[in-house]
C-alpha cells in the first residue's frame, strides 16, 4: 500500500500512544489522558518508542495490498489481508509464541490503521490564510 509520510507518522503515533496507555499507571487509573502523557515525555522517550513500533508496523503497512482510497475516507482492509501481511514479516517463531505474536501484531496493525487520517485529494490544494 501506498501511505504517504503524514499517513504513517500518524499510523506509527496512534500506536504509540496506544502502547503508552498500557505501560503509564497514570494513564490507566484516569489521573491523566494519554495526550497528557505524550507531552509529559521528552523526544528522546517519544523516539525510543516510536523507533521500536516502526520496526515493526511500518515493514507491514508497506506490505498492505494496494486499495482505492476515496477522498475523505481511510483505506479499509479485511481482516484476511491484514493478517496475511503481519504473517509474512513475522519470522520464524514456532508454536503457541508465533500465535501469540501473531494476534498482537495484527492488533496493533488495526489500531494503527485507525490513526490513519482521511486520505486527502491531492489536487485540491488548500492554503492556509495566514499565508
Not at 48 to 69: Q, R, S, T
Amino acid at each position: 500500500m501506498r501511505f504517504t509520510e503524514h499517513e504513517l507518522t500518524a499510523a506509527l503515533h496512534g500506536a504509540g500512544k496506544s502502547i503508552l496507555t498500557t505501560q503509564d499507571k497514570d494513564v490507566r487509573k484516569g489521573r491523566r489522558t494519554v495526550d497528557e502523557a505524550w507531552q509529559a515525555m521528552d523526544r528522546y522517550q517519544r523516539f525510543k518508542l516510536l523507533d521500536g513500533l516502526g520496526g515493526h508496523l511500518l515493514p507491514v503497512l508497506v506490505g498492505l495490498p494496494d486499495v482505492a482510497v476515496a477522498t475523505g475516507e481511510r483505506p479499509t482492509f479485511t481482516d484476511e489481508q491484514v493478517r496475511a501481511a503481519v504473517e509474512e514479516q513475522l519470522g520464524d517463531h514456532k508454536g503457541l509464541r508465533r500465535r501469540a505474536l501473531l494476534e498482537a501484531r495484527v492488533a496493533l496493525v488495526r489500531i494503527a490503521l485507525a490513526s490513519v487520517p482521511p486520505r486527502q485529494d491531492p489536487d485540491a490544494l488548500v492554503v492556509p490564510d495566514h499565508l
